[in-house]
């Protein structure tokens, strides 16, 4: 404890400033470290691109102000990578630590405003050690971004309840607009705030202006484009999502609520959210600050109205992301306050011990067996298979079936011969069945890579149906992911869905 430098705490209200926080050199120094620690990892990590990545990957070669499943702005972000560093699958996730390092200074800034620098620099540390933190530096998704830019959000509304300037509402309205452009889960941040101001006079004295509701509104006007796109592509995004929420259907089951709530202790770590829970439990006792209200108010109303869906649907875990940047700041503060040291700094080691125990597995992910490695190994073989066969047999075109693989040809095995999906039976339910759907004019012969062992469901299109043979890669230490590839000619009808795999 001795040795980790703090900041004096200061008044309630007082101004960010580095002269006024000696502990921020040091909070920046260990940061930016782990930071580089983790571009370094990248660089030395042997995992495929994931299917969500890759697809990602092809968006940012496509630029577009939407697309099928997600706003823009992670395509645009690999995109501005790319053009730094390249088309590698480092490059590609690179953006992912450079943000998080983002984040935890904005979680610093936050606990600094509210709390001093004590708390600023645990809760950073918090922030930047997380389990779910450590695992998500490792790969690039929309969440990334997202938290960052509702760490902006929530900073520079911190700033405007404790009186900052005006100017702070400019900054909430680029933070909420380009999370929206991240996720539309930042659409959260309005109840939010409505919430502060049900529990906290000050918040709601903020909320009796027009200033906030002006800074929404300008944020709103980010989204414009994205939803010119929805038009122009029959509101696709907003189907995928309803769909996304949607899930399988509606079935009252509590497993699914504590599974959700059991994962929030991975994420943010098992100390930080205890000590949520304890603060939300106690959330008007005297030992709970207005501050602590502040926070709360950002973090709990997200997190019970994600479990109440679990109980009805399935919830992934990240949904409730963005409650994890407040419950940095009032899970620190609450434990510092109560000189419960121990437990912050064993929530820290957990989360290095997570991020050491991250970094050499991504470095040995092919001989570990382990069901998350799996899903992400194998793809580049299988790119370069399906490159190497197109090549020998003279392929101009290949076409295969579901997301997955067509995101995973696009990076592994594009550039020399368009690829294309099969077109669906309905309304596209991915991005790929909805621009690159196989046209009636695909250069011939095709390459059909395809998971199904049944040439009968190409002879209704193409009078040659040549099987080539089967493609077989090993998919982590002990799995081995199969295709089957046949080689098309002759077409005979327009393109159509295939019928389903009879086995």
Same mark, same amino acid.
């Given at each position: 404890m001795a040795n980790l430098p703090s900041s004096p705490t200061v008044a309630r209200g007082a101004s960010f400033g580095v002269a006024e926080a000696p502990g921020v050199l040091a909070f920046l120094a260990i940061v930016g470290g782990l930071t580089v620690v983790r571009l370094i990892g990248l660089r030395f990590s042997v995992v495929d691109l994931y299917i969500d990545e890759s697809q990602y990957w092809s968006w940012s070669r496509d630029l577009a102000f939407g697309y099928y499943s997600k706003p823009p702005l992670i395509a645009w972000v690999i995109a501005a990578a790319g053009a730094v560093c390249g088309t590698g699958e480092a490059c590609v996730r690179a953006p992912a630590p450079i943000f998080y390092f983002g984040t935890a200074v904005l979680v610093y800034a936050i606990g600094f405003r509210l709390y001093g620098g004590r708390t600023a620099f645990y809760a950073g540390l918090a922030a930047a050690l997380a389990p779910g933190i450590a695992f998500s530096a490792r790969i690039i998704s929309t969440d990334v971004p997202l938290l960052f830019f509702w760490a902006l959000a929530l900073f520079a509304w911190v700033q405007l309840v404790c009186g900052g300037s005006r100017w702070w509402a400019a900054v909430l309205a680029v933070a909420f607009g380009l999370g929206a452009l991240s996720k539309y889960a930042m659409v959260y941040f309005v109840p939010c705030t409505v919430m502060a101001g049900l529990i906290e006079p000050r918040a709601r004295r903020l909320l009796a202006k027009p200033l906030v509701w002006t800074a929404f509104a300008a944020g709103a006007l980010f989204l414009v484009p994205n939803l010119v796109w929805n038009l122009d592509h029959g509101m696709a995004t907003m189907a995928a999502t309803g769909t996304n929420i949607a899930g399988p259907g509606l079935a009252f089951q509590v497993t699914n609520a504590l599974e959700f709530v059991a994962a929030? /202790?991975?994420?943010?770590?098992?100390?930080? /959210?205890?000590? $949520? +829970?304890?603060?939300?439990?106690?959330?008007? =006792?005297?030992? *709970?600050?207005?501050?602590?209200? $502040?926070? $709360?108010? /950002?973090?709990?109303?997200? +997190?019970?109205?994600?479990?109440?869906?679990? +109980?009805?649907?399935?919830?992934? =875990?990240?949904?409730?992301?963005?409650? =994890?940047?407040? =419950?940095?700041?009032?899970?620190?503060?609450? $434990? *510092?306050?109560?000189?419960?040291?121990? /437990?912050?700094?064993?929530?820290?080691?957990?989360?290095?011990?997570?991020?050491?125990?991250?970094?050499?597995?991504?470095?040995?992910?092919?001989?570990?067996?382990m069901s998350p490695y799996a899903r992400t190994m194998g793809w580049r073989a299988f790119g370069e298979e399906v490159s190497r066969i197109a090549g020998e047999r003279g392929a101009r075109s290949i076409v295969t079936d579901g997301r997955g693989d067509v995101a995973s040809l696009i990076y592994y095995a594009g550039g020399d011969r368009p690829i294309y999906a099969w077109p669906p039976a309905g309304a596209p339910v991915d991005h790929f069945e909805l621009t690159r759907p196989l046209p009636a004019d695909a250069a011939e012969p095709l390459l059909a890579v395809d998971a199904c062992d049944e040439p009968s469901r190409f002879t209704a299109q193409f009078g040659s149906v040549e099987p080539v043979g089967m493609i077989a890669v090993q998919a982590g230490a002990t799995r081995t992911r199969s295709h089957v590839v046949y080689l098309l000619a002759d077409r005979r009808a327009p393109p159509a869905a295939l019928e389903p795999c009879p086995r």
């Open positions: 929030q /202790f991975a994420i943010v770590g098992p100390i930080v /959210f205890a000590a $949520l +829970l304890y603060a939300a439990a106690h959330v008007f =006792a005297p030992s *709970v600050t207005p501050d602590d209200r $502040l926070m $709360l108010a /950002f973090s709990v109303p997200i +997190l019970a109205a994600i479990t109440a869906v679990a +109980l009805v649907t399935d919830a992934n =875990a990240n949904w409730a992301a963005p409650a =994890a940047v407040s =419950a940095f700041v009032v899970a620190t503060a609450v $434990l *510092v306050r109560a000189g419960r040291m121990g /437990f912050v700094i064993a929530g820290l080691a957990v989360g290095a011990a997570c991020q050491v125990a991250f970094i050499v597995a991504d470095r040995y992910a092919d001989h570990i067996a």
